[in-house]
T-cell receptor
Framework: DAGVIQSPRHEVTEMGQEVTLRCKPI?????LFWYRQTMMRGLELLIY????????DSGMPEDRFSAKMPNASFSTLKIQPSEPRDSAVYFC??????????????FGQGTRLTVV | DQQVKQNSPSLSVQEGRISILNCDYT??????FLWYKKYPAEGPTFLIS?????DKNEDGRFTVFLNKSAKHLSLHIVPSQPGDSAVYFC????????????FGKGTKLTVNP
C-alpha cells in the first residue's frame, strides 16, 4: 500500500478564498483523522471519522471549517473563507483500530497551507 | 488545556550518548501512550508505545518508561545517532474508549556528530 496520500503538498491562497485539502486513507482502515500542526498548539485533532461517519468534530475551530468522507477511500477538509491564521500544516491519518493496543495511526505527508 | 505536555521544545546531544525525551500528562484516564517521530516535510511515523499495565517497553535502541503515579513518561535513545535528529511527539489515548490520540507539542532532537 502507498500509505496515506494527501494533496496538494503545498497550497498558497489569498485570504477569503476557498481551500480544499484531500486525503486518501490506507485501504481497509476504518478510521480517518484530520490534524493541524502549528508551532503554538502542536498537533491538534480537528475531526475524525469511523466508517465514513463523522464521530467527533469538536476540534474544528470554526464554522469556516468542514470535512466530508463520501466513501471509504476519500476525504476532504474545506476552509471557506480562508484566513491568514489558518496557515499551518494539515495532516490526514488513518488507523485500523486506534483505541486498541498495538495499533497506531498512519500519517500522510501533510499539506502546508499558507493564506496570504 | 494541554493534556499531554512536552516541556522541552528542543534537545541537543552528542552522537553515541543517551537522549532522554520527557512527557507529562494530566488525564488519569489515559492508559496507552505512543511516541511518534517526525522528519521535516514528512508526516509523523510511529516509533514505540506502552500500555499502562507496563512500566517499560524496549525496542532496539529505543526504550519508553512509564511512571503512572507521576503521570510521566520518557523516551530513551541509546546510543543516539545523527539520523535520530527529528521532532518527537508524545501521544496518549484511552484504550477501549475514545479513539482520539492527544498529542504533545513535540521536542526537536538534534544529534551532533
Amino acid at each position: 500500500d502507498a500509505g496515506v496520500i494527501q494533496s496538494p503538498r503545498h497550497e498558497v491562497t489569498e485570504m477569503g478564498q476557498e481551500v480544499t485539502l484531500r486525503c486518501k486513507p490506507i485501504s481497509g482502515h476504518d478510521y480517518l483523522f484530520w490534524y493541524r500542526q502549528t508551532m503554538m498548539r502542536g498537533l491538534e485533532l480537528l475531526i475524525y471519522f469511523n466508517n465514513n461517519v463523522p464521530i467527533d468534530d469538536s476540534g474544528m475551530p470554526e464554522d469556516r471549517f468542514s470535512a466530508k468522507m463520501p466513501n471509504a477511500s476519500f476525504s476532504t477538509l474545506k476552509i471557506q473563507p480562508s484566513e491568514p491564521r489558518d496557515s499551518a500544516v494539515y495532516f490526514c491519518a488513518s488507523s485500523p483500530n486506534p483505541g486498541h493496543r498495538d495499533t497506531e495511526a498512519f500519517f500522510g505527508q501533510g499539506t502546508r497551507l499558507t493564506v496570504v | 488545556d494541554q493534556q499531554v505536555k512536552q516541556n522541552s521544545p528542543s534537545l541537543s546531544v552528542q552522537e553515541g550518548r543517551i537522549s532522554i525525551l520527557n512527557c507529562d500528562y494530566t488525564n488519569s484516564m489515559f492508559d496507552y501512550f505512543l511516541w511518534y517521530k517526525k522528519y521535516p516535510a514528512e508526516g509523523p511515523t510511529f516509533l514505540i508505545s506502552i500500555s499502562s499495565i507496563k512500566d517499560k517497553n524496549e525496542d532496539g535502541r529505543f526504550t519508553v518508561f512509564l511512571n503512572k503515579s507521576a503521570k510521566h513518561l520518557s523516551l530513551h535513545i541509546v546510543p543516539s545517532q545523527p539520523g535520530d535528529s527529528a521532532v518527537y511527539f508524545c501521544a496518549a489515548n484511552t484504550q477501549g474508549g475514545s479513539e482520539k490520540l492527544v498529542f504533545g507539542k513535540g521536542t526537536k532532537l538534534t544529534v551532533n556528530p
